[in-house]
């Protein structure tokens, strides 16, 4: 079985308890309440006083189970925790990934800035029982997560939580002295949420409010954890207290009335005069009014500092969540339903299993969590490690310390943990902003027992950490083959590579050059090359695969083009000065066509036209220009010319021109001429028909 012991303002309670069959047995419990106030707040102030009571409670239990007690795990509570906040910025090259180990070193500089807030401490007056980030931050803008993102700086704001050495002793020598070791060490807070909030349900946003005697103790759930404590110094005794102002009870008497509000309509009790006085449950009410407000007011302040914003609901635990009205006016002023306010009795944990039949109210909800926490596989409390050759002595606080805890409470600079990146090199590309990262700064190296480990890694009692410096990495460096890549193209069928043409601040770069950049270095390149550019280097020029075919031409032999340059892109027709890109496919060929005399003969004369004046009528006769053979054969320019043609082209001469030619402009009805005579005048003068004409010639047919 194990002990635990809840010593609080009002009352100690020890139990005896352990693990059958998946159910935490309470098989013993005691409960003595101090005969004086030697606990104000939750603190020890008057040890003696204290021991008395913790030596009752430890020897009832030992007659028990007839056996000595040797060792106890206990809790602290709340109020002697030390919350403050810190934040920490840095400023990084923005290329740079965020790394989880980069945010772990931000907060470790946040939680040594909340530590260096307590003015006149030194850091080995406390130990930090944990710490969390409230909010983090990216270029000013608020941001859920930094890993993984870029950015010029990061900052994180955290809640760091410390429990000050003083305290752990105050309640070591109450220990010491009825000869109880001990063995675990928790918050009062993280032993109630712990068996009030289970695991699965601290992905809600819950607030636990345990009320006690002298204190109320805060914890907040969220997102899968318990990501915040924090605690008031008022609780149940300031309506006590006040309930013995307004009508002149001992203190006895009035935590009487107090308890039974619930379940009574009026008291009848004596004051500290010894009067017999009747109060009623309405009077009573109205005197605490003013109190509950001014309490229920604190502790809603406290949980919208810790939580930002109202919970999803807030469960209650301790003597006080129990006065009448608490939750009801808890719940209005943070604007929950009614139902969302709700106190939590250890009655109602169906994991426990009570052998003593008294653990029922919401006041064992806390005894019960330490001592469900004795009967669970906890680690030890003070972990004692070594640290670069300095002793360093961390409290875990129900987990097992890691190397970060040792680090924190080393002392630790943050900027010993992770190396500076190299520097970057920042160029223009296109017109768009390009980094080259320099190499990432190294993470110190860490090894626990001469094994690599992390900040994350557990640490137990005797380990030996050494963290040696961490490296910077390498400056950035960058040339122009680096940012620009070959395009790669298939031409005919073979596979050739090139790069495009690269400018470097207005200057080209010379084709096999790659010069290095610097800082504001501006490159212009196209990710396109012109076909004419990919011929030319690879195929020099295309008469290798030109078609030609030899030709005369009134006497003068010439090779002529007898096919067209074809070429592809991906199949598509394409011209000379398209461009291509990476990936495409190039076909050059020389498709053979027809060549026609006209595609040969330069410059045809144009047509020769008369006008001559026939019968009176103004006519015009037409003369080609030329006359074509090829081979001796007349022809005309649409003649397909082959090899070895020979052309003879001849221009117009107007003496071969004849009347004859000129009188098919005149229609003549040959009918009428039957049995008649006819004569042709040219220019007024009888001629025959082979006579020449020329240009503005009068011809008369005259017929009779």
């Known amino acids: 079985m194990h002990f635990s012991l809840d010593i609080g303002t009002r009352k100690v309670v020890g139990i005896l308890s352990d693990m059958e069959e998946g159910k935490f047995v309470i098989h013993h419990m005691v409960v003595k309440e101090h005969e004086t106030r030697s606990m104000l707040d939750g603190q020890v102030h008057d040890v003696n006083k204290v021991v008395e009571v913790v030596k009752k409670v430890k020897e009832e239990l030992e007659q028990e189970i007839n056996s000595p007690l040797t060792s106890v795990r206990t809790a602290v509570a709340g109020r002697t925790l030390k919350t403050a906040r810190g934040s920490a910025s840095e400023t990084i090259p923005p290329e740079l990934e965020i790394t989880r180990d980069m945010v772990s070193a931000l907060e470790l500089k946040a939680v040594k800035n909340a530590l260096d807030s307590f003015e006149g401490t030194d850091r080995n007056d406390f130990y930090c029982v944990g710490y969390s980030p409230v909010v983090y931050t990216l270029e000013k803008s608020i941001i ?291 980094t080259i990262k320099g190499d990432k700064g190294k993470e110190a190296p860490i090894t626990v027992n001469d094994v690599k480990a992390t900040f994350h890694t557990p640490i137990s009692s005797g380990d030996v950490i050494k963290c040696s410096e961490p490296q910077d990495g390498e400056d950035a460096v960058v040339y122009v083959k680096d940012i620009v890549s070959p395009l790669e193209f298939e031409v005919n069928g073979e596979k050739i590579s090139m790069y495009p043409k690269v400018s470097v601040n207005g200057e080209y770069v010379e084709e096999g050059e790659n010069p290095q950049l610097s800082d504001n270095d501006r490159i212009d390149y196209s990710n396109r090359i012109q076909i004419s550019d990919i011929l030319e280097k690879y195929m020099g020029n295309t008469s290798e695969i030109e078609h030609y075919i030899h030709v005369g031409i009134n006497g003068t032999w010439k090779d002529i083009r007898a096919g067209e340059l074809v070429i592809t892109i991906n199949g598509a027709p394409a011209g000379i000065t398209d461009e291509c890109q990476s990936g495409d496919k190039i076909r050059v060929f020389d498709e053979v066509k027809d060549v026609m005399v006209k595609d040969v003969v330069e410059d045809l004369p144009s047509p020769v036209i008369y006008t001559l004046l026939m019968n009176g009528e103004e006519k015009q006769l037409e003369f080609k220009g030329y006359s074509i053979s090829v081979n001796g054969k007349s022809t005309d320019p649409d003649t397909i010319i082959r090899d070895g043609d020979e052309i003879e082209v001849r221009t117009f001469d107007p003496s071969e021109v004849m009347l004859i030619d000129a009188l098919r402009l005149i229609e003549i009805d040959t009918e009428n001429l039957k049995g008649k005579d006819y004569k042709i005048l040219l220019n007024d003068e009888e001629v025959g028909f082979t006579h020449p004409i020329n240009d503005g010639d009068k011809v008369d047919l005259i017929i009779y």
């Open 144 to 434: 859920r997560n930094l890993v993984g993102q870029h950015g010029k700086e990061i900052e994180v704001e955290v809640i760091a939580t410390f429990l000050p050495r003083i305290v752990v002793e105050g309640i070591l020598s109450v220990l010491n002295r009825v000869e109880l070791r001990l063995s675990a060490l928790t918050l009062e807070p993280i032993a109630a949420i712990n068996v009030s909030v289970p695991q699965d349900l601290r992905k809600l946003n819950i607030a636990l409010v345990d009320v006690g005697a002298g204190t109320s103790d805060i914890a907040i759930t969220r997102d899968g954890t318990v990501m915040a404590y924090g605690m008031i110094p008022i609780a149940g005794d300031e309506i006590t207290d006040k309930m013995m102002e307004r009508f002149l009870l001992d203190f006895q008497t009035a935590e009487y009335v107090k308890r039974n509000l619930g379940n009574m309509e009026s008291f009848v009790v004596k004051d500290i005069l010894d009067n017999e006085i009747e109060i009623k449950r309405e009077e009573v009410l109205k005197a605490i009014e003013s109190t509950l407000n001014m309490v229920t007011d604190k502790l809603v302040e406290a949980i919208l500092e810790l939580n930002a914003r109202p919970p999803n609901a807030v469960m209650c635990v301790g003597g006080g969540s129990q006065t009448v009205g608490f939750t009801k006016m808890l719940a209005s002023k943070l604007s929950l339903p009614s139902n969302r306010v709700a106190v939590k009795k250890a009655a109602n944990l169906t994991f426990i299993k009570d052998e003593t039949g008294g653990c029922e109210g919401s006041e064992f909800v806390t005894p019960v969590g330490i001592a469900m926490m004795s009967g669970l596989n906890f680690n030890e409390t003070f972990t004692t490690v070594t640290v670069n050759d300095e002793v360093v002595q961390i409290m875990a606080m129900n987990k097992r310390a890691s190397v970060m805890d040792a680090l924190i409470h080393a002392g630790f600079e943050p900027q010993r943990l992770v190396g500076k990146p190299g520097m970057s090199v920042m160029i223009t590309v296109n017109g768009e902003p390009v």
